[in-house]
């Protein structure tokens, strides 16, 4: 069993930084794709960015690209994603999901995609 824990969330200012954290155990971490997932009330569940296992590639929605950075360490089964500039309308729960390695060429952006999800942390980003 894999479990996925994120933390790191809160309330802030718009133009403020906040990293968040999704520490995991069971499983190969270093195999898995890791994504960040957003959801605000009443919307759908939006990808934010992904990893691959080696940390070598990332993605990024357009919204956040130059503002937000994900990277992991596999020493220490954990993902970040650091979050700059923040903005009123990141305001969500973020959650990291992860995959095995047999889903390497399916879309990372794709959420049915990923098998094993935390338990979502909140971010509101006030104006």
């Known amino acids: 069993q894999v479990r996925m824990v994120e933390s790191g969330g809160g309330l802030v200012q718009a133009g403020d930084s906040l990293r968040l954290s999704c520490a995991a155990s069971g499983g190969t971490f270093s195999s898995y794709t890791v994504g960040w997932f957003r959801q605000a009330p009443g919307k759908e569940r939006d990808f934010v960015a992904g990893i691959r296992g080696s940390g070598r590639t990332t993605y990024y929605r357009d919204s956040v690209k130059g503002r937000f950075t994900i990277s992991r360490d596999n020493a220490e089964n954990t993902v970040y994603l650091q979050m700059n500039s923040l903005k009123p309308e990141d305001t969500a729960v973020y959650y990291c999901?992860?995959?095995?390695?047999?889903?390497?060429?399916?879309?990372?952006?794709?959420?049915?995609?990923?098998?094993?999800w935390g338990q979502g942390t909140q971010v509101t980003v006030s104006s």
């Open positions: 999901a992860a995959r095995g390695d047999s889903k390497y060429s399916i879309l990372v952006v794709t959420p049915a995609s990923y098998d094993y």
